[in-house]
């Protein structure tokens, strides 16, 4: 069962527009609620780790315009070993385990395609276990990780006290325009 609900996801979606948005500003552009509310809200969706606020650096603005995916073939049982390695490289900025034809999944940012070339060949495939890498370069970026939005599928029904059906596209909510301003 869900624990949030469209006030939840209000605030979530107002963060995301300006994660420093105050309590107050969040609370005028939802309505009928007060910023001591907001403040609660914010503070159990926080403690919960539904949401979290944080500073998200932007690799193009500082000169690492390449980016890549790059899939890792691992020996047997060396899985994690590879991705804690793997998550000590700055030019590294997303690992994760995956099952399939391939055992990791990274995202890799470069200065050049020389330099991200480098990094692949000469480090990542060094690393003791790598069997294997497959990259993909990346010209562009549509919806990034962090643009995500909790889907409104997942606010509890106060009608029905059930969730809604997930996987479907977003609908109008009845705060929907609380993302706009007013």
Request: aromatic content about 4%; proline content about 5%; overall charge positive.
């Amino acid at each position: 069962m869900s624990e949030i609900d469209e006030v939840d996801l209000a605030i979530a979606n107002l963060l995301m527009e300006d994660g420093r948005m105050e309590c107050a500003e969040i609370a005028r552009r939802i309505g009928s609620i007060s910023d001591r509310v907001v403040r609660y809200r914010l503070n159990r969706l926080r403690k919960k780790g539904i949401i979290q606020i944080r500073a998200i650096p932007n690799p193009h603005a500082v000169h690492f315009p390449v980016a890549a995916d790059v899939f890792v073939e691992i020996e047997p049982g060396q899985v994690m070993e590879v991705a804690k390695k793997m998550m000590e490289y700055d030019s590294v900025s997303y690992v994760a385990c995956c099952t399939g034809e391939n055992d990791m999944s990274l995202q890799v940012v470069a200065r050049d395609n020389l330099e991200l070339y480098r990094f692949v060949t000469e480090v990542v495939a060094k690393v003791p276990g790598v069997k294997k890498t497959t990259t993909l370069l990346i010209p562009i970026i549509l919806k990034d990780v962090y643009e995500w939005r909790i889907p409104a599928s997942v606010c509890q029904d106060s009608n029905t006290s059930q969730t809604k059906t997930p996987g479907k596209k977003r609908s109008e909510s009845p705060l929907a325009g609380a993302k706009k301003r007013r």
